[in-house]
């Protein structure tokens, strides 16, 4: 979604298929590492540029270290998560190396958690597949598109793109949270990069914990944006004015 041509506005759909076949190892109660290896497909169509429609078949080779001690997924008031994945294939279809990182630490403070976290893509290759190719927007982060809510999803493109946010949470029942948040990236058409230029993005919500699963309304807004608004339920924001 919302993409750029020749600065005509573009839209394609990227159909993936994903076979693999790994060892993991348990490094704690809290630590995984995991070595895995298989066959992907990108297929990208309905772009109007026609150099980007094309189905790409290769064989990838990924390494993933996945650390989890949070006490909740969605509303988080300690605990640490980090996540560092690396991605590489070298075929005649697709020739790129990747690195996808994101920490972030919940600081409790009384009714408040202060939660810094840092997010970062790359790739680098002479052949990259549309999957790996670092994307930032949205209210979610998917497969290599880093989550800011004030801008309309995947807007923006870059070789290497760094994202900071500072979240504040506060407690308000046992059930019912609120929550402010400033986020600021870094995007570079360089690879392995953590300079370029920046956008920020600022956002409010609130939000309960249910028994079928979270519930959460937000709003965003980065400067030159509209204000964008998304609700969910469960773990899959959904915005109500996407362009």
């Known amino acids: 979604k919302n993409q750029n041509f020749n600065g005509i506005d573009d839209e394609f ?8 076949l790994g060892v993991g190892f348990d490094l704690n109660r809290d630590t995984m590492f995991l070595i895995s290896g298989g066959y992907q497909i990108s297929n990208v169509t309905g772009s109007i540029d026609d150099s980007q429609n094309k189905k790409i078949k290769f064989p990838y080779f990924e390494i993933t270290l996945t650390h989890d001690s949070r006490d909740s997924i969605m509303f988080p008031t300690k605990g640490v998560y980090f996540k560092s994945e690396y991605v590489m294939a070298d075929s005649k279809e697709a020739d790129f190396n990747s690195l996808y990182s994101r920490g972030e630490v919940n600081i409790p403070i009384g009714r408040f958690t202060l939660t810094p976290s840092i997010s970062y893509v790359t790739s680098d290759g002479e052949k990259i597949p549309e999957t790996y190719f670092p994307k930032l927007g949205g209210f979610r982060y998917t497969d290599y598109s880093l989550e800011f809510s004030g801008i309309p999803e995947d807007k923006l493109r870059g070789n290497s793109i760094l994202v900071g946010k500072m979240n504040l949470q506060y407690q308000l029942s046992k059930f019912l949270y609120a929550d402010a948040n400033a986020s600021f990236a ?10 370029g230029r920046t956008r920020e993005s600022y956002g409010v919500g609130i939000g309960a914990k ?7 309304f937000g709003l965003s807004k980065s400067p030159g944006e509209s ?11 959904k915005g109500f004015n996407e362009e």
């Open 13 to 20: 759909k990227n159909q993936k298929f994903k076979a693999s």
């Open 186 to 195: 870094k995007l570079s058409d360089k690879s392995y990069s953590f300079n």
């Open 210 to 216: 249910l028994p079928t699963g979270p519930i959460y």
């Open 227 to 237: 204000v964008r608004y998304f609700f969910n339920l469960g773990y899959q924001p």
